[in-house]
């Protein structure tokens, strides 16, 4: 399994995640709500039955980017997703 990311192209978060992970040239499969309902729908399915969207539910978040590591688990963090991959490439070094 790869890293997948749901998400929208006009949150900013989102495309500050993308682009980090561009950066360090981690590979990933993006679900853009915009695109196609199905992966709302999917993400829906994570949000609806992961305790780790219940803060941010309580303060009116909708809990993007959602990062699905390679292992199965679901983090709202890409400081997560990017211990995941500790050898990846940063600018500059």
Partial sequence: M???IYGMHVCPDCVEALEELDRREIAYV???????????KEFLKYRDSSEIFDEVKAD?????PCFVLPDGEVTLSLE???KVYPG?????Q
Avoid: C, M, P, Q
């Avoid at 993006?30 to 709302?40: G, H, I, Q, W």
């Fill in 80 to 82: 997560d997703v990017l």
């Fill in 2 to 4: 790869e890293l997948v």
């Fill in 30 to 40: 993006y679900k853009d709500f915009s695109e196609a309902t199905a992966n709302l």
């Fill in 88 to 92: 990846a490439h940063r600018d500059g």
């Fill in 60 to 64: 009116g978040g909708i809990g993007i």
